[in-house]
């Protein structure tokens, strides 16, 4: 048990350290936050949105993929255990690679992996496992970059017909330096609200508790794990992702914020875990359709479906092999 | 930097900021154009062909940017103008400095023995040509802001504007070429002086040319964009 909070803790260490900060880098790129002050909001709302709003995809992980309430505690512990140690050790590796992964994709798929090895041991039949809720999520990975773009076009093109037309560009620039802010906490918040999970869903599986709401001390303990990776590494991811983005105005990065922000938020409030990275990467792109951006590397999209295809089975497969050594040995 | 996954690669290359440079380059051979002419008629050879092989390089470094802008503009790229309008725009913009290369040649073959007026309308046509010039590469200039404000109406009207500009002033050019012309033809110069300066002319001619024909790809790009 103390092993799986522990795998759970450097999986939200990982978070903070990559995810949260590749959210909050646009602010930094475009210069509306300092370093400092990217770090303090990333820290602070990063935690009030795991704490307070990270319940619903929390139990999606914990309970919607395998339905553990009917297995033996044991077996549960140890799947949740090699589901956590799959997913961190397929993205330190991907990290490693830059390939342009996500947690929550990875996390998602080692819990897949724990089902099907409980059904391969006989334990569970493949009907149990939550079929309708994995078709959700899935849905929601290919919809929520979409979504995203389609939020950063209409906003950016509001901006760009309402205000560029009838306001000089750098005034309202500068009006939009002070609304990047809001937007830059407003990310924070629906990422640690939607990736807090990733880490907590496998810790309160194995803790079986009643009900929908997972105790409250293990969303504590995976918005401060966010929180310590994000003070810890993500300064330096901040750092180097932030440089390269320097194209985005504070106009477009509000836009690409507020529509990721939202979009992210939604899908927390539906319990759907999905990758914010990937969320913001479509509402740049939206940016970029609404004539925003003077050059979007459309390889990128190329890259993150293959990275779709690429995590779901290697964290599945890692998962399955590290579960199947676990209950042998223990 | 290891251990890092990153958004950053959803920002493509653009293009714009080396096309600005690009385009500073020819208006810097224009200038040594025209101290090259000004060298020229103070008989100071050595200077007229230093001059020959800095604007040479100039040509020479504009042909890397050049192929710099080309090589990286793949069609994986969502850019703010159209790709095949652009690439269009560079190569007539790459057209300028070539002329000048040109003309940078020419002064040097021959000591050419015209009257004083002949070579001061070659001094007016020269600062008219570097007129034009200075007003393209503000249209250029201009490109920052047409991207800043995502092309809003008021910033494609001052291109626009700057097109115009530039159109008139290579109108300009062409009434001095042509009186030139009558002139040389006319006058009692050695007929071999009289081939050579008609050819100056010509090639002057085609830099203005060439620099109305860009400005022109320029408006076609910034009025082509999706």
């Known amino acids: ?330 | 930097m290891r251990f890092i996954r990153s958004v950053s690669d959803v920002f493509g290359y653009s293009p714009f900021e080396d096309l600005r440079k690009h385009a500073e380059l020819i208006a810097k051979a224009v200038g040594l154009l025209e101290k090259q002419f000004e060298a020229y008629r103070r008989n100071e050879m050595d200077e007229v062909e230093r001059l020959r092989d800095e604007i040479d390089e100039l040509e020479h470094k504009a042909d890397l940017i050049k192929e710099e802008i080309r090589g990286k503009v793949t069609s994986s790229l969502l850019l703010s103008v159209d790709r095949h309008d652009l690439l269009h725009f560079l190569e007539v913009q790459d057209g300028i400095i070539n002329y000048c290369e040109h003309v940078g040649h020419m002064l040097t073959f021959r000591r050419i023995k015209a009257p004083e007026r002949i070579m001061d309308e070659f001094g007016i046509l020269l600062s008219k040509l570097m007129e034009t010039i200075n007003e393209y590469e503000e249209l250029i200039d201009h490109m920052s802001k047409l991207i800043a404000s995502s092309f809003s109406k008021r910033e494609v009207k001052r291109a626009l504007d700057y097109v115009k500009r530039v159109e008139t002033y290579e109108h300009e050019c062409d009434l001095i070429q042509i009186g030139l012309l009558n002139m040389l033809f006319n006058s009692k110069m050695d007929p071999i002086d009289v081939y050579l300066a008609v050819l100056w002319v010509v090639h002057l001619g085609e830099i203005a040319n060439y620099t109305a024909r860009s400005a022109d790809r320029f408006r076609i790009m910034i009025l082509g964009r999706r």
Not at chain 1, 147 to 155: D, E, Q, R, S, W
Not at chain 1, 203 to 229: D, T
């Open chain 1, 1 to 330: 048990m103390i092993l799986t909070i522990l795998a759970g803790l450097y999986m939200a260490w990982n978070i903070g350290a990559n995810d949260a900060a590749n959210s909050m880098a646009t602010s930094y790129g475009s210069k509306a936050l300092t370093l400092k002050q990217v770090i303090i909001v990333g820290v602070l709302l990063e935690f009030c949105g795991a704490f307070l709003f990270g319940q619903r995809v929390t139990h999606t992980i914990a309970k919607g993929i395998v339905p553990v309430d009917t297995l033996d505690p044991n077996l549960v512990i140890l799947g949740a255990l090699s589901a956590l140690i799959s997913a961190g050790i397929f993205i330190t590796v991907a990290t490693y690679y830059h390939l342009p992964i996500s947690t929550s994709h990875s996390i998602v798929a080692a819990m897949l992996g724990f089902g099907l090895a409980v059904v391969s041991q006989g334990k569970m039949d493949i009907n149990e496992i939550g079929w309708d809720v994995m078709t959700k999520i899935v849905l929601s990975w290919i919809l929520s970059p979409i979504f995203g773009a389609v939020l950063a076009f209409t906003t950016f093109t509001i901006v760009r017909l309402i205000l560029f037309e009838r306001f000089d560009v750098e005034s309202v620039e500068g009006v939009f330096r002070y609304l990047q802010v809001l937007t830059a906490c407003y990310v924070a918040f629906a990422h640690g609200s939607n990736d807090v999970a990733n880490a907590t869903g496998p810790i309160a599986a194995a803790l079986g508790y009643m009900g929908k709401e997972a105790p409250v001390w293990v969303l504590f303990i995976g918005a401060l794990g966010i929180s310590v990776g994000f003070a810890t590494w993500g300064y330096r991811v901040i750092e180097t992702v932030g440089k390269k983005i320097t194209e985005l105005t504070f106009t477009r990065g509000f836009s690409a914020e507020f529509a990721t922000a939202t979009t992210v938020l939604l899908a927390s409030y539906l319990g759907m875990p999905i990758s914010t990275t990937h969320t913001l990467v479509g509402s740049v792109i939206g940016v970029g359709l609404a004539g925003g951006i003077s050059s979007v590397n459309l390889k990128i999209i190329q890259r993150i479906v293959a990275s779709w295809l690429l995590t779901v089975p290697i964290a599945c497969i890692l998962s399955i092999a590290i579960y199947t050594i676990l209950v042998i040995f223990v």
